[in-house]
C-alpha cells in the first residue's frame, strides 16, 4: 500500500493550478497541424480534500484503441471519481491525432508508445511523448494504462505488470482482470519511462482495435474502481467487491506452419490442455489443411481473428501456470 502524505498536494498541468478539493478539466498543448489546427491533450483532474496518492489513468496512448476511451467516458459520465481523499488524473485521449484519423501513430507514422522520453523539438510523437513525461508524470505516484490488441487480434482481458517493481504486480492481482502476467520493458514505450521515474504503471490489455467490447469495458471499470479502493481513495459506501485473477508465469506464442485460411476451435480466455486441438489452417481447394495443438496446458489470452493467414503468423497467445 501507499503511505499517505500528510498534507494533500496542488496540482499543476498545462498552466493551471488545481487546488485540494477542485476537479478541473485543463489540456496540454503539443503542436499545431499545418491547417493551424491545434493538437492538445485533454485531462480530465480530480482533486481530493484529504492526503493521499495521486493515481493516472489514461487511454488511447495508440488511436485507435477505443475500449479505453469509451470505459473513462462511462466512468467520467457515472462520476466515478468522486474521490474522497488523494487526486485521480484521468486522459481519456492521448493520441488525439490518432484517435480521429483511426489511426495507432501520429502524421509520420511513429508510435508515440515506443518515443518516450520524447523530445520537445522532435517529431509530434516525439513532443507528445515530452511534454506529457514532463507535465503528468512527475506529479503522480502510480498509473494503469488502458490498452486492446491490434487490429484482428483480440485480447482477452489481461493486466501486464514489471517484474522488477513489486507495487505494479501488488496493483495488477488488486484490479483482478482474470488474467495477469509479467511483461518485459520495451525501449522507448511510456511504462520502461515511468518506471525509470519510479512510478509503477499497470498496463490492461483487452478486445481488439477500433471495436467495443462490453465485456472488456465493464471489467476495465470494475478494476479501475478497485484499485481507487485499495488505495483508499473513494467513499467507503462505494464498495467494490474482491475477485481473483490467475498469474500466468510462461507466454508462448502459436503461430501458423503454413499459409492458408485459419478456423480456430477454441473459445478466447478458455483453458487448454496439452495435445488439445485449437484450431485448423487449411487450403481455398480442401486438398491439403494442418492442424494446431495445444502446445502446453494453460489459457488462451489472444486470439488472431485475421481469416486468411501467412506462415508464421501469431494465430494463439498462451499462458502457462507454473
Not at 485543463?26 to 503542436?31: A, L, N
Not at 474522497?84 to 508515440?112: E, M, Q, T, Y
Request: with cysteine; aromatic share 8%.
Amino acid at each position: 500500500m501507499l503511505e499517505k502524505n500528510e498534507e494533500n498536494k496542488i496540482l499543476h498541468i498545462g498552466g493551471k493550478e488545481i487546488a485540494p478539493g477542485e476537479q478541473k478539466l485543463v489540456s496540454i498543448e503539443i503542436s499545431r497541424l499545418p491547417t493551424g489546427t491545434l493538437i492538445d491533450i485533454p485531462v480530465h483532474v480530480f482533486n481530493g480534500k484529504a492526503a493521499g496518492p495521486t493515481v493516472l489513468v489514461q487511454a488511447g496512448l495508440h488511436g485507435d484503441e477505443i475500449n479505453g476511451v469509451e470505459t473513462l467516458r462511462r466512468m467520467l459520465e457515472q462520476r466515478l471519481f468522486q474521490i474522497n481523499s488523494g487526486a485521480v488524473i484521468v486522459v481519456p485521449i492521448l493520441n488525439v491525432f490518432g484517435f480521429i484519423h483511426f489511426s495507432r501513430d501520429v502524421p509520420d507514422g511513429k508510435d508515440v508508445n515506443r518515443s518516450f522520453p520524447g523530445n520537445k523539438n522532435g517529431s509530434l510523437a516525439s513532443r507528445m511523448a515530452y511534454h506529457y513525461l514532463h507535465e503528468i508524470l512527475p506529479q503522480i505516484d502510480v498509473g494503469i494504462d488502458l490498452h486492446t490488441g491490434g487490429g484482428q487480434r483480440h485480447n482477452y482481458p489481461q493486466v501486464r505488470f514489471t517484474a522488477e517493481d513489486a507495487m505494479s504486480k501488488e496493483l495488477a492481482e488488486v484490479f483482478a482482470a482474470p488474467l495477469f502476467f509479467a511483461s518485459t520493458l520495451i525501449r522507448g514505450s511510456f511504462r520502461k519511462a515511468a518506471f525509470d521515474m519510479g512510478k509503477p504503471i499497470i498496463v490492461y490489455e483487452a478486445g481488439e482495435s477500433m471495436r467495443f467490447d462490453e465485456f472488456a469495458i465493464a471489467i476495465a471499470m470494475e478494476g479501475v474502481g478497485r484499485v481507487l479502493q485499495y488505495l483508499n481513495m473513494l467513499p467507503e459506501t462505494k464498495p467494490v467487491a474482491p475477485k481473483s485473477a490467475i498469474l500466468l508465469e510462461k507466454r508462448r506464442w502459436v503461430r501458423a506452419s503454413r499459409a492458408g485460411m485459419f478456423i480456430p476451435k477454441v473459445d478466447n480466455g478458455s483453458a487448454i490442455k496439452k495435445g488439445q486441438l485449437m484450431g485448423w489452417v487449411t487450403d481455398t481447394f480442401a486438398k491439403r489443411s494442418k492442424k494446431i495443438n495445444a502446445p502446453m496446458d494453460g489459457y488462451v489470452f489472444c486470439v488472431n481473428h485475421q481469416a486468411v493467414v501467412n506462415q508464421g503468423d501469431a494465430l494463439f497467445h498462451v499462458g502457462q501456470i507454473v
